[in-house]
């Protein structure tokens, strides 16, 4: 994970390599006007905020082997979705949730409750990207809604929970390598996501995650044993 946030910080360090240059030149050829000093120091702020969020993003992979703990799926989903709501209401998405699935079993797993937010937060991230393309690309109308959808189903042994999203899906190519340290399709985008998401669910959790193209967009599903506590 060092290796990651290092991966992280590389282009930020730069820019503020940069920039500490430009004060030396402007001051050199007389061009340090107090205008020439804002922009650079936000500038550096901008960075400095990104490098912080970097660490927040990270944070749980540093607090070693916390105790796993009995959580209920459904409320760790909702917990997120609200906590995102604004958000997604000024892209124009929506997002529908649905546990009907879960009456008769719960939703009840034995795991790590902040990690698999975090889950949830990178799937809803990437899906407000696709459609924000779509959008941009104009194949998907101004006037249309962005859709995520979130579906948890249970069984007596295992919460499957099916993620979609009307942001267009995934082109072949992509496809193969989405769970990738790194592989990114997106200029501001640093690959992690899906990487970590994988590390949680299939790492830590024992569960399993994976993908397909719906028609309509992605569709994840994760897949988790309903762990009883000390078996792990
Ligand atoms: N819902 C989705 N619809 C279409 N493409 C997706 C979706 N989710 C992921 N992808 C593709 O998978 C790639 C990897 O996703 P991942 O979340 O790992 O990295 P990222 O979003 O590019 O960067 P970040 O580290 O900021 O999450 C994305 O760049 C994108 O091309
Ligand atoms: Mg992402």
Redesign the pocket.
């Known amino acids: 994970m060092i290796g990651a946030i290092a991966h992280q910080w590389k282009q930020p360090l730069n820019a503020i390599a940069l920039i500490a240059q430009c004060f030396k030149d402007d001051y050199d050829y007389k061009e340090l006007t107090l205008d020439a000093v804002n922009e650079h120091v936000n500038g550096i702020l901008k960075q400095v905020s990104f490098m912080a969020a970097t660490i927040d993003d990270f944070r749980n992979f540093f607090k070693p082997a916390r105790t796993m703990q009995a959580f209920e799926i459904s409320s760790a989903v909702s917990d997120i979705v609200n906590l995102m709501l604004p958000q997604l209401k000024v892209n124009y998405i929506a997002v529908y949730v649905d546990n009907s699935a879960t009456n008769t079993y719960g939703s009840e797993v034995y795991g790590y409750p902040n990690e698999f937010k975090q889950v949830i937060l990178?799937?809803i991230?990437?899906?407000k990207?696709?459609i924000a393309e779509r959008r941009a690309a104009k194949t998907l109308k101004n006037s249309e809604a962005g859709i995520i959808s979130i579906k948890i189903e249970s069984t007596e042994k295992q919460v499957r929970i099916i993620f979609s999203?009307n942001?267009?899906?995934?082109p072949d190519e992509?496809m193969n390598r989405?769970?990738e340290p790194y592989?990114?399709?997106?200029g501001s985008?640093?690959?992690?996501?899906?990487?970590m998401c994988r590390t949680i669910i299939e790492g830590k959790m024992k569960g399993k995650i994976s993908v397909i193209n719906s028609g309509k967009?992605?569709e994840?599903t994760i897949l988790l044993e309903k762990l009883i506590e000390g078996s792990v």
């Open positions: 990178n799937l991230a990437n899906s990207d696709a999203d942001g267009g899906g995934i992509v989405l769970f592989f990114t399709t997106k985008g640093s690959g992690i996501g899906l990487y967009g992605a994840f």
